[in-house]
């Protein structure tokens, strides 16, 4: 991770985009899905565990170019939905990208998204966001990447109300296979982020352990679980 000057971009909910198929080479981080049956083959227990309705206000840590929520919107049957997205990488969290993914699964959807972002840029110091103020948080395949995990569990705990939930989505460790193939960083396993968690603020609600592509066996299967700020 690189780290940059201390910035935080609260910004206007995206400009309307067209509704039209998605571009080929559109530019933003994250994946590109077309196909709708992948989307809810891949999303359909995450998006029932995490319960969004309309109204929600959800603060993504690691959100990249908003990806997920822009897969999410599509599948989903919110639509007034205000979703912060933090991200230390400028590169991938700014207003061109977002707008970007937004015009991409807007095409997916043949329909303007509706949802409101914004993007604050955080540093390893601090995610830059109010104390004691929001009632979601997520932290979506995004832990394993973080050296102090501890404090970054801290200081969702600071941005929470008392009884706030965060969800925790990651792929676990299994014998064998300890690390993730994309960025080569160590897995965790349930017993290691359940005691990481109840060791800096949380109590854990409940958990679903899955595998997104229906494979009888998985080396490292998914796994959502939400805490809640003691």
Known sequence: MLKYVALIMLLLPAAAHAQQKPKKG???????????????????????????????????????????????????????????????????????????????????????????????????????????????????????????KAKLIRDIGAVLQQGGELLVMELLARPKHMIHGGCNQPLMDETQIKKLLEENGFVQADSKTWNPNQAKTARNPYYIVRFIKK
Not at 58 to 63: C, F, L, N, P
Request: aromatic fraction near 10%; charged fraction near 20%; proline fraction near 2%.
């Open 26 to 148: 559109i530019t933003f981080c994250g994946w590109r899905i077309s196909d709708t049956s992948a989307m809810h083959l891949g999303f359909d227990t995450t998006l029932a565990f995490m319960r969004i309705s309309d109204g929600d206000t959800i603060v993504d840590i690691g959100a990249s170019s908003g990806y997920i929520e822009g897969v999410l919107s599509v599948v989903g049957k919110f639509r007034d939905v205000h979703f912060v997205l933090v991200d230390i990488d400028s590169n991938c969290l700014n207003r061109p990208m977002v707008d970007n993914m937004l015009a991409y699964y807007s095409g997916v959807k043949e329909a303007r998204i509706n949802n409101h972002f914004s993007l604050v840029i955080n540093t390893v110091d601090s995610l830059y966001l109010p104390l004691q103020h929001y009632r979601h948080s997520w932290l979506l395949n995004t832990l394993h990447e973080i050296p102090d």
